[in-house]
C-alpha cells in the first residue's frame, strides 16, 4: 500500500520547523527532491513585489524556551517546534507571571492541546502551552529567551513541471509552512510527492503538470505574479492538496466558479469512488490557496478534494493534528481518489461516432462473447456510448447521463477507437 | 415617522371624487403640486388616439341622489361618492322600485360596505348602496337625480421628472382616479409623494428619476404612447406604487419577465427587510398598469411591491377601504421598503478588484480594530468583496451569493473604493 | 368510433407472417395501400450498403413443424408463425430428443407463452413451443422440417408523402417486421394508417407529412441512408408509432435531446389530456427506432407515445400479445392523442401581439356576451394571449405558462387573427 509510504515520509518530515520562510523549508524541499530529483527549488528574495503584496523577512530560529520560578525549562521549542509563536521576534528577558501572561497562547476546550499560532505581519513573540501545563504556573520571575532572526533572505519554494504531449496543464499545489503536524499540512506534500512519482511514470502522458510545493497564501500569490498569463493560458484543471491524511472522511471544496473541468471530475470520482462525501461552498468555506488561484481576474478552475477539511476537526491547528491523527489507509485513499481524478482528465475527450446510425457491433465481435452478469451492462455501455458520443458532451458528461463510473468506459472507447468507431473531435 | 405626514395627506385627498378625468383628478394634482412644486400637470384632449384607445370624454358631477318614497333623500354623492357609479349620464326621472332595481348595486356578502362601480365604456347611470340599506327600501316611486356633464374635455395627469447623473431613469407609475378609498388607491400617489420629497433630497443621484400620477389603465397606455421610445431607451427598473397602505402584510408582483433588475432588487430588498411577504404571479395575478408597462413589444422592466394586494383584501373597491383601514405605520413601511429600493439602485454596480489575487487589507488598516460581535461578519464580507467582485456581477447578485442584505456591503464598498481597491465596470 | 375499425385491420393483418423481409412483408403493405392508394412500396436488394449494416437475404417460409416421436405434428408454422424463430433456415432432418432441445424456446415464468425468436444475422434454426407443451415432450427421435429460403431477394417498405403547405415535415415512422402479434407491433401501422386518412382529410394542411411503414433497425437505417439530408432539412418533429394498442396506461418515451418540439408537444398533450402517463428515460429505456432517428449526427426530433410500452408487460414479444391483448378503446386512445398532438402542431405558431399596449378587446365584441362558467376563463384566456403572444414563445409555451390545454385557445387565435391583433412571427 501506497501509503505506508507517503506515511513514512510524513515521519520524516514531521520533526522540522517549517513557517512562511527559512531553513525547515529548505530541508523539506531538500527530502523532497531525493524523492523527486527533478523538482526544482527557488529563493525569492525578502521585499519582492508580488501583486498587492511583499515577500517578508526570512525568520529562522535555533533555539527558545522559557525558565520558570523553579528553574524548569518549560515550552522548549526543541521539545516541540509549536510552543514558538511561528514569526517570533527575538527575545531574552526576565518578566513577572502577569507580563509573561499577555504572550501565553493556550485553548481551554482543548486543554491537551498546544495550538499553532503566528505573527507574519506583525513584530512580536509568544509561546504556545497546553491550558493544563499553563494552569499549574505560578507566580514568580519567568525568563525568556528566544534566540530567532528575522532579516532579509528568501523565501523559498519548490516546483516540478513534466511535460506531456499537450501544453495543457493539469495543476497541483501544495503547502510547506506548517511546522509539525500531521493532516495540515503534511499529508500534503506527501500525498502530492506520490501522486508526482505516479505522473512521472505513466506512459503517452496526455498533459503536462505543473506541482508546486509552497507557503501559503504569500507563496501562491508571488507563483501567481511570475506564471499568470502561462497558467492562465493553459490549466485546464487544478487542486489544492491539504488534509489529505486522515481516515474519517472525504470532503470537496469547489473552485468559485463552482462548475470547472476540475469540480465536474472532482464530484465524479467522489461520488462513484468514496462511500460519501461533503461539498462545502466556497462562498462559506474557502480557506487555503484555492483563495488566491480563483481570486478576481486570475480566474484558474483549481478545487480540493480533502479528507477531513481545514477548521472541521478539533485537532486542526494543535499539536493533535499529529502522526497519530494521520494513517496509512487515511493518506492511501485520497492518493487513489486522486489517482482516479487524474485518470478521469487524461482519459476525458469529447468523442464522436465516426458512423451514422447504430454501428452494427456483431460484424466486428465487440460484443462479450461469455456471458456472465456484467455480460448485460458491458453491452449496455458499448450502445449507450454509440448513443451519446455525438461530439458535444465529454466522456465525463456521458458516464453522468448514464450514471456509472468513468472508469468502466475506458476499455470500451478504448476497443471503439482501435475499430475507428470514434474519433476525437 | 414619515407614515403620519403621508396619512395626512391621504385624509386631505380622501373627499375628492377622483375619476378617469374631471375636476376631482385636477384638484388632486394641484393639491400633490403643492407638495411637489415641480411637478407638471397636463391635459390630454377627449378623442386622442392612443396605440388602440381613445382617450373618453371627461366626466364631472355636481349632485346625485334618490328621493325615495317617504322623501329622504339616500344614496347622496354629497355624503359619499362611492353612492354614484363612475362614469354616470345624467338622470333626471321618477322611476318604480323595480325599474330603479336595475340600477342598483351592492354586496350581500358585505351588507355594510357600499360598492365601487364604473362603466368607463359604456353609456349608462347606477346608484352603489350597502346591501341592509338596499333590504329596508320598499314599493313606491323614487326621484332620481344626477346632474353630471360627460362631454369632450380632457385627462389630466401629472409628471415629475427629477434629474441624475444618468440619463438612465427609474420609472415611478401611481394613480389617482380612484374617488374616497385608503388602500387602493390613496396609498399610492401619497407614498410616491414622499419618495419624490426623498428622491429630491438625495445628495449625487445616480439615476434620473420618472414620477408619474396617471388614472389607470388608459392612462398608462396614454403616457406610453407619447413616450414610448425614450422609456425603453433609459428605464433600468419600474414599479407601480398601489395598495402601499395597509399594515397586514407585504405582497410582490413580478414584471412579465419575472427576471429584471427591478424584479432582482425588489426580492432582495423583501428578503431582508420584512419578516415575510407573498409573491404573486404575472401569470395569474396581475391587475395594474403592469399590464400596460410589460405587453409585448413595450417590455418594460415594471413590477410592484405593495401591502395587501388589490383583490386579496375584502375590503377591496368598497367603501371599508376607508381611513381606517390604512395606517401610519402601513404607510410608513411600504415607503421604508421603497426607500431601500431605492438606494440598493443607487448602489448597485458590477464592481471589479483592482489587484490581482486577494489585496492585503492589513497593511491598508482596512480591518475592523475593535473586536465586537459584529467584526468577524464585516471581515468575512470584505473578503466576500474580494472574492466576487469580479467585473461581471453586480452588487446585488454578490448580496444574494453571499446571502446578506446589500446594505450591509455600502460602507465596504466605499472604504475599497477609497483605497482604489475597486473599480465600476 | 375510430377504434373499431383500426382493429378490423390488426385482425386482417393479424394471421401474415412478417419478418425483416419476404412476402409477410409484402402482403401487409399490399393491405395498407388498399387503405392509402397513394402509400408508395419500395423493394431495396440484398446486400445494399446502409451506413454501417447491409441489406441481409430476404426470408420466406412455405411450412415448418416438427413430428414427434408418436407422430403428431407439434409446432406447426401455419397454426402459429411465431412457433419458428425468425429466418430460420431450412431443415429437414431427424434428430433425438437432446439434439432437438437446444433448437426449442420456451419460458418457463409464462409457461402459456410461445416466445418470439429471430436470428437475423447468425444463421441457424429454432422452434418456439409453450413451457406446458414442451414439459410433455418425450424421448425418442423427432423429425424436423422447415421448408424455408434465405437468398438474395429484397427488403420491402412503404411510404406516403403528404403535401402540406410547407415544405417542413412531421414525421410518422412505424414497423412491419413482426409476425402474428398485437400490441407490438399490429397497433402501430394500423394506428399510422388511420392517422394517415385523417391527415389526408385536413384542408388547409401546413405542415407535409412523411410517413413510413418500414422493417424495425435496419427499415429506419436504411431509410435514413437514403433521405438523411432531406430529413434533417425539413423534419419538425417526428414519432415512433409502437404499442399503441392496449388499454392499460399511456408512455412517453422522449428524444435523446429530450426536449426538441416533437417532445414539448407529446408531454404538452399527455399532460393535459390522458389522466396520467409515464415518462421513460431515453438512456435507460430507449429500444426502437428512435434509436436510429436520434442517433449522434442524425439528430432527428423524434420520440414516441405509446400505451403500455414494449418490454414492459409480460405478454411482450409472446403469443399472449394477441388480439385479446389489445382492444378498440386502446387503439382509440392512441389515435385520439396523437391527432391532438398533429392540431398542436398544425396550430403552434410564434404569435406576436399587433398592437402596443393592451388591445381594447371591448370594441371589437371580443368579449364573450353570455355569461356562463366558462366567460370568466375565457376572459382570461384572452388577456393571457394579449400579455404572452410576444413573438418569442409559441402557443405550447403559453399554454404551458398559462397552464391550460393548448386547445382551448384555438378559438381565440383564430378570432384575434381575423381581428389582426395577431402576426405569425
Request: charged letters at 25%; aromatic letters at 12%.
Amino acid at each position: 500500500m501506497i501509503g505506508e509510504k507517503i506515511y513514512d515520509l510524513c515521519r520524516e518530515l514531521f520533526p522540522i520547523n517549517r513557517s512562511l520562510t527559512g531553513d525547515g523549508v529548505r530541508k523539506t524541499l531538500n527530502i523532497l527532491k531525493r524523492e523527486l530529483p527533478e523538482l526544482n527549488i527557488f529563493e525569492v528574495p525578502t521585499g519582492t513585489k508580488c501583486f498587492d503584496w511583499t515577500i517578508p523577512k526570512e525568520w529562522n530560529c535555533k533555539e527558545a524556551y522559557i525558565i520558570d520560578p523553579d528553574g524548569n525549562k518549560i515550552c522548549d521549542f526543541k521539545v516541540n517546534n509549536l510552543h514558538l509563536m511561528g514569526y517570533s521576534i527575538p527575545a531574552n528577558k526576565i518578566l513577572n507571571f502577569e507580563e509573561l501572561e499577555s504572550h501565553m497562547y493556550s485553548l481551554p476546550e482543548l486543554p491537551d492541546a498546544i495550538p499553532y499560532i503566528t505573527s507574519y505581519y506583525k513584530q512580536r513573540w509568544g509561546f504556545c502551552i497546553t491550558e493544563n501545563q499553563r494552569q499549574n504556573l505560578k507566580d514568580g520571575e519567568y525568563k525568556v529567551y528566544i534566540d530567532s532572526t528575522l532579516k532579509d533572505g528568501n523565501l523559498t519554494y519548490g516546483e516540478l513541471i513534466i511535460k506531456g504531449e499537450s501544453k495543457e496543464e493539469i495543476f497541483l499545489s501544495t503547502y510547506v509552512c506548517h511546522p509539525s503536524m500531521g493532516n495540515n499540512e503534511l499529508s500534503g506534500p506527501t500525498v502530492t510527492t506520490y501522486l508526482a512519482k505516479y505522473i512521472q511514470s505513466l506512459k503517452n502522458r496526455r498533459y503536462t503538470y505543473r506541482i508546486i510545493f509552497i507557503p501559503e497564501t504569500i507563496g501562491s500569490i508571488m507563483y501567481l505574479s511570475k506564471h499568470l498569463d502561462t497558467m492562465k493560458q493553459n490549466i485546464q484543471a487544478g487542486f489544492v492538496l491539504t488534509c489529505v491524511g486522515d481516515n474519517y472522511s472525504y470532503s470537496f471544496l469547489p473552485s468559485r466558479d463552482e462548475n470547472t473541468l476540475a469540480d465536474k471530475v472532482s464530484r465524479h470520482v467522489l461520488k462513484n469512488a468514496v462511500s460519501n462525501y461533503t461539498e462545502y461552498s466556497f462562498v462559506e468555506d474557502r480557506g487555503s490557496d484555492e483563495r488566491q488561484y480563483c481570486a478576481p481576474g486570475i480566474d484558474l478552475p483549481v478545487c480540493s478534494i480533502m479528507r477531513t477539511k481545514y477548521d472541521e476537526y478539533k485537532e486542526y491547528h494543535t499539536s493533535l493534528d499529529n502522526l497519530d491523527y494521520i494513517s496509512f489507509k487515511g493518506l492511501n485513499g485520497a492518493y487513489e481518489v486522486y489517482i482516479k481524478v487524474i485518470e478521469a482528465l487524461e482519459n476525458n475527450h469529447t468523442y464522436k461516432l465516426t458512423v451514422l446510425g447504430e454501428p452494427q457491433l456483431g460484424k466486428r465481435d465487440l460484443y462479450p462473447t461469455d456471458s456472465t452478469k456484467d455480460t448485460w451492462s458491458i453491452v449496455k455501455n458499448m450502445m449507450n456510448i454509440c448513443a451519446y458520443a455525438d461530439g458535444k458532451i465529454d466522456l465525463v458528461d456521458i458516464a453522468e447521463k448514464i450514471n456509472i463510473p468513468i472508469w468502466e468506459l475506458y476499455e470500451i472507447i478504448y476497443k471503439f477507437k482501435n475499430e475507428k468507431l470514434l474519433s476525437i473531435v
